[in-house]
């Protein structure tokens, strides 16, 4: 568990609640887009294009559910 | 349960019909382009966008299909 | 089940063939473009535009997929 | 099993072979296509478009597999 | 198995390693292509335009990514 | 287990930790483009086309959501 996590924070896919498992499939899908591109300054620059084009915030949105289903499933839907 | 829930509402995937659970699914997709775009003006802004262009409006129903798959099977089909 | 449905006719995803639940997943499908264009006009002006472009069709066609792979599994496969 | 089929041939997810499981995936994706353009005429049109772009091969191999994934379930991989 | 297979190489998802089960995922998205496009020189002169495209190079990867699944669900991970 | 491996490496979907299994995820996802474009000099100059574009960025989030998906279940999301 000494291992440098720089993909999936904690470690683990396991959270207490639905919230929190959502939450972390939001970093995840952040954590991906930061070792693609790991200069900071230019994801600063990509930020806006992204979070004002309605087709890309769709396509964040689907990566987000295609993590969240991992998770979710890891959880057995905290059922 | 006192969390404040951000991205899933009720913290549960777990609704009483189908159609509870497809609205959870539209519910939870809006959540998440709200949290990438927080700025309630822009998304008002964004909206015309893809409820005008065909191709986004598809986008939007395979979103919807991604999240609904989760809460399908996290409610075991309401079978 | 006096729930009045808009996204998922019958309430349930539960059908006797595949041919029903095929339609069943094209008609969900199209319920969820219709609660993200209400306007019955907007979306008969969209309509020849993805009729008749080959990309559109394709996606429509991921869409119906992303459907049927849940109903499918709802219902065992009708096997 | 006399209902007309228009969107699975056979009205049967269930095939002998994975190659059969396969050419069914095929019709099944063109199904849809059709029944979103009813037009042959439209179709036939349609067709060298997408088989002489590139990006639209690619997209038709997404379909496929799409459908191919809830074939194969469905017959439990032909194991 | 005298069925002449086009698009299932061997009629079997099964494979000894993940390795043939990755290579057979190639292949199989290979054979989609090919029957869509059956004119070996269109595919020939479609296949520069995918691999000097970063954009298709990635479609290209999520292809894979599917078919895939489907393998290393039939062959229960070769774990 | 002699095979040379291209597209799997070390053979094998098992991983000890999710962060290893996610960086097995994104391995996999980079041969892919690897066998699809052999020539590490063009690949090279496709890298910042894809590291500099926000739509690109996600796209590959999405093919390595994908992959992890298919990893995170060989290893039972190391429950």
Chains 1, 2, 3, 4, 5, 6 share one sequence.
Do not use: H
């Not at 291992?3 to 999936?8: F, G, K, M, P």
């Not at 396509?59 to 890891?74: R, Y």
């Amino acid at each position: 568990m000494s291992e440098q996590t720089q993909l999936i924070p904690g470690n683990s896919l396991i959270t207490e609640t639905p919230e929190e498992g959502r939450a972390l499939a939001v970093k995840i899908a952040r954590l991906t887009i930061k070792i693609t591109q790991p200069d900071a300054e230019v994801r600063e620059k990509l930020r806006p294009t992204y979070a004002n084009d309605a087709a890309m915030l769709i396509a964040v949105g689907q990566t987000v559910a295609a993590e969240f289903a991992i998770i979710a499933q890891a959880n057995n839907y905290w059922r």
